[in-house]
């Protein structure tokens, strides 16, 4: 069955401290990985996409990587309104669906 | 462009109600995705349209929810009778299709908070 997990489920750090969340999947035939910010009271907005191994895309503070097995999303020099949901989605097979995974909530503290 | 549109923003209701969603998505997209969030669930896609036509509703579900695409520019989402259990929020989304059956960017709307009571 296909599946994508998100780790951690929650995180909390301090403004300035670099992490990293993760996002592995088991799928058949990965057509595209997509993360998205989730801010509270507000729908998924689009981050990144990747579609092959190796690939790396980046944004300001954040930077996504891709391998067969897993996708990072780095964070650098975090601010504190970099604090939100960061959602991991993958789209594989012959159709037009994202499988999702369930999130990890980011907390930065000034 | 104005983004992906739903309309109510919130709605409280009382168990056995029908409920209509309504969702405008993006000029020019092609597919149109509807999902419920849950914290327990996450997001759980429950269908979606090419060109206004259902392409997978293996989501809804079951038969109390329904949902049509008369037109390029609108969609709903129907439950009847609503459940407490159908407490969430749910979300359109429309994305443009990309040649070869890669799976484009998805834009969401800002979501329906609904309340079963």
């Known amino acids: 069955e296909d599946q994508v997990t998100q780790s951690p489920e929650a995180l909390r750090l301090q403004e300035g401290e670099s992490s990293s969340l993760n996002c592995s999947y088991t799928?058949?035939?990965?057509?595209?990985l997509f993360w998205y910010r989730q801010d509270p009271g507000k729908g998924p907005e689009f981050l990144f996409t990747l579609y092959s191994a190796g690939e790396e895309k980046e944004k300001e503070r954040l930077k996504a990587t891709l391998t067969k097995k897993e996708s990072f999303l780095h964070i650098t020099a975090p601010k504190p309104e970099d604090s939100a949901t960061y959602l991991c989605?993958?789209?594989?097979?012959?159709?037009?669906?994202?499988?999702w995974g369930l999130g990890t909530s980011l907390a930065v503290n000034p | 462009d104005a983004g992906v549109i739903q309309s109510p923003r919130h709605e409280v209701t009382e168990m056995g109600q029908e409920v209509t969603l309504r969702c405008k998505p993006i000029s020019g997209h092609d597919y149109l995705f509807w999902y419920r969030q849950t914290m327990m669930r996450g997001l759980e896609l429950l269908i979606y349209f090419n060109n206004n036509v259902p392409i997978d509703d293996s989501g809804m579900p079951e038969d109390r929810f329904s949902a049509k695409m008369p037109n390029a520019s609108f969609s709903t989402l129907k439950i009847q009778p609503s459940e407490p259990r159908d407490s969430a929020v749910y979300f359109c989304?429309?994305?443009?299709?990309?040649?070869?059956?890669?799976?484009?960017?998805?834009?969401f709307g800002p979501g329906t908070r609904l309340t079963v009571l």
């Open positions: 989304a429309s994305s443009k299709g990309l040649a070869g059956g890669y799976t484009d960017t998805q834009y």
């Open positions: 989605a993958v789209n594989a097979g012959n159709n037009r669906k994202l499988i």
């Open positions: 799928v058949s035939g990965l057509r595209g």
